[in-house]
């Protein structure tokens, strides 16, 4: 999902149960959540996934909506 002000995507991997952060002016990649092993897992600085489907953005561009 491309965030409102077009600078970065945000994507999910379902092979590596991670979300990554991709700077569209520079192409950087940055992990941004999970632990690349399947799993749930909901806290401050850890996260884990289980194979993420899809990404959502808010309007804001605050928060991204993860969907397993």
């Known amino acids: 999902a491309l965030t409102p002000d077009g600078e970065s995507a945000i994507l999910s991997c379902p092979e590596e149960n991670s979300i990554y952060k991709y700077d569209t002016s520079t192409g950087a990649v940055h992990i941004i959540a999970g632990l690349m ?24 561009g605050k928060w991204a909506l993860i969907a397993e």
């Open 37 to 60: 092993e399947p799993g749930y897992l909901d806290a401050f600085y850890v996260s884990r996934f289980r194979f993420p489907q899809g990404v959502a953005v808010s309007p804001d």
